[in-house]
């Protein structure tokens, strides 16, 4: 009887062990450089973006995502205006034997900042905004495998919100995995 209990102790801390083992946190940081056109409140321009991100491995199949985006930081006849953004995603994977395909979904606090030449000739002035945006994100990606922890992000990202504001960014990035 002790033998059986043995081997069923054996088998339950075996199973514990690779229950245990699946669930060990995964943690990586990303930086992305990339290209994007947006529209805000009647406005539109394309202009090169960069982000950077943390993610954390919830499930075997699922991360959760938090990152800053900078938009744009556009300069044109007096007019000046620049957006950024932090989002909260969650991104399902789909993983082969060359990388992962994934796509994300995620609230994101865009601001838009923006000084504009407004007054007449003979009295010229400036007015400016600073604007606080919600906003859904949406994306879809590959992450490619260079080695055990590297991987090179090919991603595109979607962020529509308040204000007729919408910008669609096409990136490129690198993804280290710290483990």
């Not at 400036?126 to 590297?150: H, K, P, R, W």
Request: charged letters at 15%; glycine letters at 12%; a negative charge.
């Amino acid at each position: 009887m002790k033998q059986y209990l043995w081997i069923a102790g054996a088998l339950v801390a075996g199973a514990l062990v690779c229950f245990k083992a699946e669930a060990a946190p995964e943690n990586y940081g990303l930086v992305s450089v990339g290209y994007t056109d947006f529209e805000f409140d009647g406005g539109s321009d394309r202009e090169v973006a960069y982000s950077v991100a943390y993610g954390h491995k919830i499930h075997r199949q699922w991360y959760a995502e938090a990152g800053y985006l900078n938009l744009f930081d556009y300069s044109d006849n007096g007019a000046e205006a620049e957006g950024e953004a932090l989002y909260l995603a969650v991104l399902g994977k789909a993983s082969s034997t060359t990388g992962e395909l994934f796509y994300k979904l995620g609230v994101a606090r865009v601001d838009v900042a923006a000084t504009i030449p407004c007054g007449t000739e003979t009295a010229s002035a400036s007015c400016s905004f600073d604007n606080g945006i919600a906003a859904g994100l949406i994306g879809l990606g590959f992450d490619y495998y260079v080695s055990q922890n590297s991987m090179v992000r090919f991603e595109y990202t979607y962020i529509g919100g308040e204000d007729s504001f919408s910008t669609n960014m096409l990136s490129l990035g690198f993804r280290y995995n710290f483990n």
